[in-house]
């Protein structure tokens, strides 16, 4: 099975570069290797940091820290996801 995990923050006006710089260093310091990991942006300092796993839905796998607070407005958001194939 292919679990998804993704990782999304919005930095504090004018810290985007400072919080994708974080996020990338953070995701490459992750125990365990996935299978694949994607860095995006988006306007308003967003970053959203994708992993994917070979696990089951339920295991324990790394999962990228909270940011300092004076770098971002507010917690990361987390989610996980069970992949059902690609096209």
């Known amino acids: 099975m ?3 995990l993704m990782w999304e923050a919005r930095a504090v006006p004018g810290r985007g570069a400072d919080l994708l710089a974080w996020a990338q260093e953070r995701a490459r310091e992750l125990s365990g290797r996935p299978l ?3 860095t995006f942006r988006a306007p308003q300092d967003r970053v959203l940091v ?3 796993w070979d696990a089951p839905y339920d295991a324990e796998l790394p999962e990228l820290p909270e940011p300092d607070g004076e770098l971002v407005t507010r ?3 987390r989610w996980r996801f069970e992949s059902l194939g690609g096209t």
């Open 75 to 77: 917690a990361a958001h």
């Open 2 to 4: 292919t679990v998804a």
């Open 50 to 52: 994708v992993t994917w």
């Open 36 to 38: 694949r990991r994607e």
